[in-house]
């Protein structure tokens, strides 16, 4: 082993002229000419220094097909971060102990290629078997970008998704090598890292030889005997407390689930725990699929870049998404943890068992598990409709606008230069509505067949889309080639409707034209019913329209007129828009008040409220529109048919504003957040005595419930009464509307047993001024001492504090980035200040400060995680074609400023040039 690494002379010139970032084109991927196919780990932790050496057995490639691979190298092509990996020690069993840099093997930025001739002197003469071993330093102290192995607060745990175990040692770090990782041994100090887990099963631990009582060590050994790619490795070690619990499988397997986190914090893992078992039943009940090991760890950390990451057997949590109690945590975060801990169990399946060929694949691995999670978090609550109008909340609210801006991709992107830039809301949420149509196109009992074969076909493989799409075709006997199409448009596809009624031939017919990005028609999947204009009941049931062509027209037998409700249950996603421009607002309220779908009875209420609030901001004449938003809306306050408290609460809330920004051609914040203001308060007038009736109503019931539950009957209750604290609050005029909104406010604030309740009551007075400021100061400081120091609290007082509705905002979030309690360091406190202002209306304030304000936190960030910097914040400018020519400028200038920025990293920089485009 060398005292002077390798790769120092690399890495000292990297560091003094980084290479040009390179751009990753999906058509050039190419296999590798050799692969691992077992590897050994050894972990040895130390404070300031981490020594890693492996094991990798290396075999040539048997898929490889007409001699092609990648870069035409022929020899082992292993990737790692000369920046990060010192590497000590390399040898080839077989071969001399000493190898000779570039006559055996080349180092490159970000490569080390071990050539062929050496390999094959190395290989064993029976086998064709190749053992090359590495010995690397890595300083997981300093690694602020928590990518590979780095330190959260006292507990040392990996990322290694997309590319970070390139950032631990020297391996083929893609998603198409899959090595068996038979062993892992971890060791650290006994006291300080009690708690050392990785991959698969525990096989031995115990105490290592020598040491004093303050430096014993201790050691594990684990192996996972299911093939993997680099990506889904794990380690974790720490002084940690510990949840267990068990699950048994359909086959009688006892699983043993343990769940850690910081000792403080074990008593809040119960629900997740829960959510675990209900999600492991749930996929053998509707997928067949059964957990494969005899062991399921989930950990918690503060610093985590993401939602939370599948490895295998050990699930790595932002402690966000996993830790949840009634005092700390509100309704929507329960509903979070659930859903976030069954997706990463289902990627056990879809995911690991079957992996991607290579990144451009991501949306077959995410689209899937999302569109499982969501039908699991539906089906288990009883609340199908609740679910599937929050999933469309975001599309339209996050995927559309991405759409609509630079950001633009297909949900299998054709290049990149930074792969965690697409991690997007196009991957994830488009993709799962790609699923979603397989399903709505093929039925229920069809695509289960497809997704049998998927697995048949597939299991312990990296493979694309494309033999997805394949599986469901060919286990269904249908042609989906057409359908194919939407791996490859970018863009949202818009349907435009026409509909006419011959009375004398008793005929409806519905025409349809669509519109997108791809030279071909889409397969498009059109949800219809038809509902009699009359009597309001349903004379079409839900009835799917395959939209196949550029222009299609149905027709249906009818007695009498009816009124169609169109796109059911958004059984695609598109922009469905009348061919006329104008949405039929007669329509809009009968089906807000008619329709058999919950979605669409949803939906139509929404495109009234929009229509009333565009109408106010374009200064057109919106009184007649507003009579049918407050007919609609007294309706269905008073509508006693309706039984779920959530359902009434979704159908009494206007449109958000970034919803309504995708309405408009030019985006104006400030007026759109006035507009809805104007209507919010109309409303609210006009209903003030029902609203403090049903209010007082719904606070006596939660008052006289003792116990707390996460059901949809206690759920629902608290979103709709806390619906109808944000209408009686927003009458804040005059003092005397002021001092009451602070009183009712403050009374449920004090009153609140759970974070629900007072979170809510809490995002109103925050906002309040006039008469009612004393009461948000001193509710600002009591919410900040009950919190007492717990981070996911904190992170909820910053986040509402930094999207406050004050004309003062943005000095206000300027002093919180100045708070002993903010770091730029921890992801989820940084995006509770920064990304919670950039979603106000004052972030896009006329004199341009505050988009200074983010070109100077991005330039701070940048250098400290460039994943946070790229993905979370430098987003917020990317639509900047979209506002008024000033806005605009102003938006454009700060990327100019971001893109002459010294030693920029290459994720804010694609993004940056992408918005600049």
Same mark, same amino acid.
């Given at each position: 082993?060398?005292?002077?690494?390798?790769?120092?002379?690399?890495?000292?010139?990297?560091?003094?002229?980084?290479?040009?970032?390179?751009?990753?084109?999906?058509?050039?991927?190419?296999?590798?000419?050799?692969?691992?196919?077992?590897?050994?780990?050894?972990?040895?932790?130390?404070?300031?220094?981490?020594?890693?050496?492996?094991?990798?057995?290396?075999?040539?490639?048997?898929?490889?097909?007409?001699?092609?691979?990648?870069?035409?190298?022929?020899?082992?092509?292993?990737?790692?971060?000369?920046?990060?990996?010192?590497?000590?020690?390399?040898?080839?069993?077989?071969?001399?102990?000493?190898?000779?840099?570039?006559?055996?093997?080349?180092?490159?930025?970000?490569?080390?290629?071990?050539?062929?001739?050496?390999?094959?002197?190395?290989?064993?003469?029976?086998?064709?078997?190749?053992?090359?071993?590495?010995?690397?330093?890595?300083?997981?102290?300093?690694?602020?970008?928590?990518?590979?192995?780095?330190?959260?607060?006292?507990?040392?745990?990996?990322?290694?998704?997309?590319?970070?175990?390139?950032?631990?040692?020297?391996?083929?770090?893609?998603?198409?090598?899959?090595?068996?990782?038979?062993?892992?041994?971890?060791?650290?100090?006994?006291?300080?890292?009690?708690?050392?887990?990785?991959?698969?099963?525990?096989?031995?631990?115990?105490?290592?030889?020598?040491?004093?009582?303050?430096?014993?060590?201790?050691?594990?050994?684990?192996?996972?005997?299911?093939?993997?790619?680099?990506?889904?490795?794990?380690?974790?070690?720490?002084?940690?407390?510990?949840?267990?619990?068990?699950?048994?499988?359909?086959?009688?397997?006892?699983?043993?689930?343990?769940?850690?986190?910081?000792?403080?914090?074990?008593?809040?893992?119960?629900?997740?725990?829960?959510?675990?078992?209900?999600?492991?039943?749930?996929?053998?009940?509707?997928?067949?699929?059964?957990?494969?090991?005899?062991?399921?760890?989930?950990?918690?950390?503060?610093?985590?870049?993401?939602?939370?990451?599948?490895?295998?057997?050990?699930?790595?949590?932002?402690?966000?998404?996993?830790?949840?109690?009634?005092?700390?945590?509100?309704?929507?975060?329960?509903?979070?943890?659930?859903?976030?801990?069954?997706?990463?169990?289902?990627?056990?399946?879809?995911?690991?068992?079957?992996?991607?060929?290579?990144?451009?694949?991501?949306?077959?691995?995410?689209?899937?598990?999302?569109?499982?999670?969501?039908?699991?978090?539906?089906?288990?609550?009883?609340?199908?409709?609740?679910?599937?109008?929050?999933?469309?909340?975001?599309?339209?609210?996050?995927?559309?606008?991405?759409?609509?801006?630079?950001?633009?991709?297909?949900?299998?992107?054709?290049?990149?230069?930074?792969?965690?830039?697409?991690?997007?809301?196009?991957?994830?949420?488009?993709?799962?509505?790609?699923?979603?149509?397989?399903?709505?196109?093929?039925?229920?009992?069809?695509?289960?067949?497809?997704?049998?074969?998927?697995?048949?076909?597939?299991?312990?493989?990296?493979?694309?889309?494309?033999?997805?799409?394949?599986?469901?075709?060919?286990?269904?006997?249908?042609?989906?080639?057409?359908?194919?199409?939407?791996?490859?448009?970018?863009?949202?596809?818009?349907?435009?409707?026409?509909?006419?009624?011959?009375?004398?031939?008793?005929?409806?017919?519905?025409?349809?034209?669509?519109?997108?990005?791809?030279?071909?028609?889409?397969?498009?999947?059109?949800?219809?019913?038809?509902?009699?204009?009359?009597?309001?009941?349903?004379?079409?049931?839900?009835?799917?329209?395959?939209?196949?062509?550029?222009?299609?027209?149905?027709?249906?037998?009818?007695?009498?007129?009816?009124?169609?409700?169109?796109?059911?249950?958004?059984?695609?996603?598109?922009?469905?828009?009348?061919?006329?421009?104008?949405?039929?607002?007669?329509?809009?309220?009968?089906?807000?008040?008619?329709?058999?779908?919950?979605?669409?009875?949803?939906?139509?209420?929404?495109?009234?409220?929009?229509?009333?609030?565009?109408?106010?901001?374009?200064?057109?004449?919106?009184?007649?529109?507003?009579?049918?938003?407050?007919?609609?809306?007294?309706?269905?306050?008073?509508?006693?048919?309706?039984? *779920? &408290? %959530?359902?009434?609460?979704?159908?009494? !809330?206007?449109?958000?504003?970034?919803? $309504? #920004?995708? =309405?408009?051609?030019?985006?104006?914040?400030?007026?759109?957040?006035?507009?809805?203001?104007?209507?919010?308060?109309?409303?609210?007038?006009?209903?003030?005595?029902?609203?403090?009736?049903?209010?007082?109503?719904?606070?006596?019931?939660?008052?006289?419930?003792?116990?707390?539950?996460?059901?949809?009957?206690?759920?629902?209750?608290?979103?709709?009464?806390?619906?109808?604290?944000?209408?009686?609050?927003?009458?804040?005029?005059?003092?005397?509307?002021?001092?009451?909104?602070?009183?009712?406010?403050?009374?449920?604030?004090?009153?609140?047993?759970?974070?629900?309740?007072?979170?809510?009551?809490?995002?109103?007075?925050?906002?309040?001024?006039?008469?009612?400021?004393?009461?948000?100061?001193?509710?600002?400081?009591?919410?900040? *001492? &009950? %919190?007492?120091?717990?981070?996911?609290? !904190?992170?909820?007082?910053?986040?509402? $504090? #930094?999207? =406050?509705?004050?004309?003062?905002?943005?000095?206000?979030?300027?002093?919180?980035?100045?708070?002993?309690?903010?770091?730029?360091?921890?992801?989820?406190?940084?995006?509770?200040?920064?990304?919670?202002?950039?979603?106000?209306?004052?972030?896009?304030?006329?004199?341009?400060?505050?988009?200074?304000?983010?070109?100077?936190?991005?330039?701070?960030?940048?250098?400290?995680?460039?994943?946070?910097?790229?993905?979370?914040?430098?987003?917020?400018?990317?639509?900047?074609?979209?506002?008024?020519?000033?806005?605009?400028?102003?938006?454009?200038?700060?990327?100019?400023?971001?893109?002459?920025?010294?030693?920029?990293?290459?994720?804010?920089?694609?993004?940056?040039?992408?918005?600049?485009?």
């Amino acid at each position: 082993m060398t005292s002077i690494p390798l790769n120092a002379a690399l890495a000292a010139e990297t560091k003094a002229n980084p290479p040009k970032p390179v751009e990753v084109i999906r058509t050039e991927y190419a296999p590798l000419k050799y692969v691992v196919s077992k590897v050994s780990l050894d972990f040895k932790l130390y404070t300031g220094k981490t020594l890693v050496e492996s094991i990798l057995t290396v075999t040539a490639n048997n898929d490889l097909q007409n001699g092609e691979s990648e870069g035409g190298e022929d020899g082992l092509v292993l990737d790692g971060e000369e920046a990060t990996v010192k590497l000590l020690a390399l040898t080839v069993d077989g071969c001399e102990a000493t190898l000779v840099e570039d006559k055996d093997y080349v180092l490159k930025p970000g490569k080390l290629i071990i050539k062929g001739d050496t390999l094959r002197q190395g290989a064993s003469k029976n086998e064709n078997v190749m053992i090359v071993r590495t010995t690397v330093e890595i300083v997981p102290e300093d690694n602020t970008q928590l990518s590979g192995l780095y330190k959260s607060g006292d507990m040392y745990c990996t990322q290694c998704e997309a590319e970070g175990f390139r950032r631990i040692t020297y391996y083929p770090d893609r998603p198409d090598v899959m090595a068996t990782f038979e062993q892992v041994r971890v060791e650290a100090n006994a006291k300080d890292f009690p708690v050392l887990l990785s991959n698969g099963n525990l096989i031995k631990e115990g105490m290592c030889e020598g040491g004093t009582n303050g430096d014993k060590r201790k050691f594990t050994i684990w192996s996972d005997p299911f093939p993997k790619p680099s990506y889904l490795f794990a380690l974790v070690a720490g002084d940690l407390g510990c949840l267990e619990d068990s699950f048994t499988t359909m086959s009688g397997r006892n699983v043993a689930l343990r769940f850690y986190s910081e000792h403080n914090n074990v008593s809040k893992l119960s629900y997740a725990v829960e959510s675990l078992k209900r999600a492991m039943k749930w996929d053998e009940d509707t997928f067949g699929l059964e957990y494969d090991l005899d062991l399921f760890n989930v950990v918690a950390v503060e610093s985590f870049n993401m939602g939370a990451m599948e490895n295998k057997s050990l699930n790595v949590f932002n402690t966000s998404c996993v830790l949840a109690d009634p005092k700390t945590s509100s309704d929507a975060n329960y509903f979070r943890v659930e859903g976030i801990v069954a997706h990463e169990y289902f990627h056990n399946w879809t995911g690991n068992r079957v992996t991607c060929r290579d990144w451009f694949q991501l949306t077959l691995k995410e689209g899937l598990t999302v569109f499982r999670d969501q039908q699991f978090s539906g089906q288990i609550n009883n609340c199908a409709a609740v679910q599937r109008i929050s999933n469309v909340l975001t599309v339209r609210g996050m995927q559309f606008k991405e759409d609509a801006g630079p950001m633009s991709h297909p949900v299998r992107p054709e290049s990149y230069i930074a792969m965690d830039n697409f991690y997007t809301a196009t991957v994830y949420r488009k993709g799962a509505e790609v699923i979603r149509m397989y399903d709505t196109i093929l039925g229920t009992d069809g695509f289960r067949k497809g997704m049998d074969l998927y697995f048949k076909r597939h299991d312990g493989s990296a493979v694309t889309c494309d033999d997805f799409l394949a599986a469901m075709a060919d286990a269904n006997d249908t042609d989906l080639s057409q359908f194919a199409r939407w791996y490859y448009t970018s863009g949202t596809p818009t349907v435009t409707y026409v509909t006419s009624f011959d009375e004398e031939k008793g005929l409806f017919v519905v025409g349809l034209s669509q519109s997108s990005r791809s030279d071909e028609p889409l397969f498009i999947p059109v949800a219809l019913g038809l509902l009699d204009k009359e009597s309001g009941e349903e004379v079409l049931s839900t009835t799917i329209l395959e939209l196949k062509e550029m222009n299609q027209t149905f027709t249906f037998p009818v007695k009498k007129d009816v009124v169609p409700s169109i796109l059911r249950n958004f059984s695609a996603p598109v922009k469905m828009v009348p061919a006329s421009g104008v949405v039929n607002e007669s329509d809009m309220a009968f089906l807000a008040s008619n329709d058999t779908d919950g979605f669409n009875r949803w939906d139509s209420a929404q495109q009234l409220y929009a229509a009333a609030i565009l109408n106010v901001m374009d200064g057109k004449e919106y009184a007649g529109t507003l009579d049918l938003v407050l007919s609609t809306f007294g309706a269905t306050l008073n509508d006693a048919s309706i039984s *779920d &408290d %959530a359902i009434r609460a979704y159908a009494l !809330i206007l449109p958000g504003e970034s919803t $309504l #920004a995708e =309405a408009v051609s030019v985006v104006d914040p400030p007026a759109i957040r006035n507009a809805r203001k104007f209507v919010k308060k109309a409303i609210a007038k006009k209903f003030k005595t029902e609203l403090t009736a049903a209010y007082e109503k719904l606070t006596a019931c939660v008052q006289a419930d003792t116990v707390f539950k996460v059901d949809g009957e206690s759920t629902g209750r608290r979103r709709l009464r806390n619906v109808y604290l944000g209408y009686l609050c927003a009458l804040d005029e005059t003092a005397e509307e002021q001092i009451e909104a602070a009183k009712i406010a403050t009374a449920q604030f004090e009153s609140a047993t759970g974070m629900t309740d007072k979170l809510a009551a809490f995002n109103c007075l925050v906002s309040m001024s006039g008469k009612g400021e004393s009461a948000r100061e001193a509710a600002i400081q009591n919410f900040y *001492d &009950d %919190a007492n120091g717990d981070p996911l609290v !904190i992170d909820k007082w910053f986040a509402c $504090l #930094a999207s =406050a509705d004050l004309p003062d905002l943005l000095d206000r979030v300027v002093k919180l980035t100045t708070h002993p309690d903010f770091t730029l360091k921890v992801p989820n406190r940084c995006r509770a200040v920064i990304l919670s202002f950039t979603s106000s209306a004052a972030f896009h304030d006329d004199n341009g400060k505050g988009y200074e304000f983010l070109g100077d936190m991005l330039e701070k960030i940048d250098k400290v995680n460039s994943r946070v910097s790229a993905r979370t914040t430098a987003s917020s400018f990317l639509s900047w074609k979209r506002y008024n020519e000033k806005r605009a400028s102003m938006m454009k200038a700060q990327l100019e400023r971001l893109k002459a920025m010294p030693k920029i990293s290459n994720d804010l920089l694609e993004i940056v040039m992408k918005g600049l485009k």
